[in-house]
């Protein structure tokens, strides 16, 4: 039996991945199982979800706590959360990142595999949602199930246009993933935003361009956190407090604010 933890934020899919990985591996006539971990989650959340792969005298009713395999969606959820946490020693990472493996800092030395899984799914699909692309990084690092499974099982989760998009983000990212050593390091580096921020929640942070602002104020009543300010009649966002949510940039009249990603 193999054991999978995945994760992700909330709005980038873990679960669903999750999901079409059991239905891949199901496919293939293995028993399996998807286990997602529900709380309070909200956009932008950490979120984790699991998968167990063998026979059916094998399965068990419970979380995973030694996974063989973990799965990051997110490059700088590392920072924050410890995604390593009773991953076998033999085991592996599969993680979202525009950097090689041997630049993907971790406090392991196991076998990690990297793609740029936001850049792919922002070519594919419009939006950094990654589950898809981080599926095909998984099943070119691990073998553990067959590309051609994945894509059935995509299509099993969606149709038409949308499948189609996810079927080749799974396939680009199957392409360009790399697998090596990491570069291990003692303790990730955690400090920055105050403990009661939702800073770290961010993989996208938005640019106001000061000559397109109007100050209109439309995005300062819009955010959910009040971390916007008016400063001499223009929008001047606090990063300690901004989780990224982008509402601003989707309301802003005038398209002053842009949307950067933050991945390393």
């Not at 992700?8 to 028993?31: C, D, P």
């Not at 199982?33 to 094998?58: C, H, L, N």
């Not at 990472?93 to 922002?122: G, K, M, R, Y």
């Given at each position: 039996?193999?054991?999978?933890?995945?994760?992700?934020?909330?709005?980038?899919?873990?679960?669903?991945?999750?999901?079409?990985?059991?239905?891949?591996?199901?496919?293939?006539?293995?028993?399996?199982?998807?286990?997602?971990?529900?709380?309070?989650?909200?956009?932008?959340?950490?979120?984790?979800?699991?998968?167990?792969?063998?026979?059916?005298?094998?399965?068990?009713?419970?979380?995973?706590?030694?996974?063989?395999?973990?799965?990051?969606l997110d490059p700088l959820l590392r920072k924050t959360v410890n995604i390593t946490?009773?991953?076998?020693?033999?085991?592996?990472?599969?993680?979202?990142?525009?950097?090689?493996?041997?630049?993907?800092?971790?406090?392991?030395?196991?076998?990690?595999?990297?793609?740029?899984?936001?850049?792919?799914?922002?070519?594919?699909?419009?939006?950094?949602?990654?589950?898809?692309?981080?599926?095909?990084?998984?099943?070119?690092?691990?073998?553990?199930?067959?590309?051609?499974?994945?894509?059935?099982?995509?299509?099993?989760?969606?149709?038409?246009?949308?499948?189609?998009?996810?079927?080749?983000?799974?396939?680009?990212?199957?392409?360009?993933?790399?697998?090596?050593?990491?570069?291990?390091?003692?303790?990730?580096?955690?400090?920055?935003?105050?403990?009661?921020?939702?800073?770290?929640?961010?993989?996208?942070?938005?640019?106001?361009?000061?000559?397109?602002?109007?100050?209109?104020?439309?995005?300062?009543?819009?955010?959910?956190?009040?971390?916007?300010?008016?400063?001499?009649?223009?929008?001047?966002?606090?990063?300690?407090?901004?989780?990224?949510?982008?509402?601003?940039?989707?309301?802003?009249?005038?398209?002053?604010?842009?949307?950067?990603?933050?991945?390393?």
């Open positions: 039996m193999i054991e999978i933890r995945f994760h992700g934020r909330g709005g980038q899919g873990a679960v669903t991945a999750s999901r079409i990985l059991a239905t891949a591996a199901f496919l293939e006539g293995h028993h399996s199982q998807s286990i997602p971990m529900y709380g309070t989650e909200r956009r932008g959340a950490p979120v984790t979800a699991f998968v167990r792969i063998g026979e059916k005298d094998q399965m068990v009713r419970s979380l995973i706590h030694e996974p063989d395999y973990v799965v990051v946490d009773g991953l076998k020693d033999t085991g592996m990472l599969v993680v979202n990142s525009s950097v090689p493996p041997a630049e993907v800092e971790i406090d392991l030395d196991i076998p990690t595999a990297s793609v740029d899984a936001t850049a792919i799914a922002l070519e594919v699909l419009g939006r950094p949602i990654t589950n898809t692309a981080i599926l095909g990084a998984f099943c070119k690092a691990t073998g553990e199930v067959k590309l051609d499974s994945v894509i059935q099982a995509v299509k099993q989760q969606w149709s038409g246009r949308l499948a189609e998009m996810n079927v080749k983000a799974v396939e680009e990212a199957y392409n360009r993933t790399e697998v090596g050593r990491p570069k291990v390091v003692d303790k990730i580096d955690t400090s920055g935003a105050p403990s009661n921020s939702k800073a770290d929640w961010r993989t996208f942070k938005p640019i106001v361009d000061a000559e397109k602002c109007t100050g209109c104020k439309l995005c300062w009543m819009v955010c959910p956190d009040g971390s916007i300010d008016m400063v001499e009649k223009k929008s001047v966002i606090n990063y300690d407090y901004c989780k990224g949510c982008g509402i601003c940039a989707e309301q802003c009249p005038v398209d002053a604010i842009l949307m950067k990603s933050e991945a390393v």
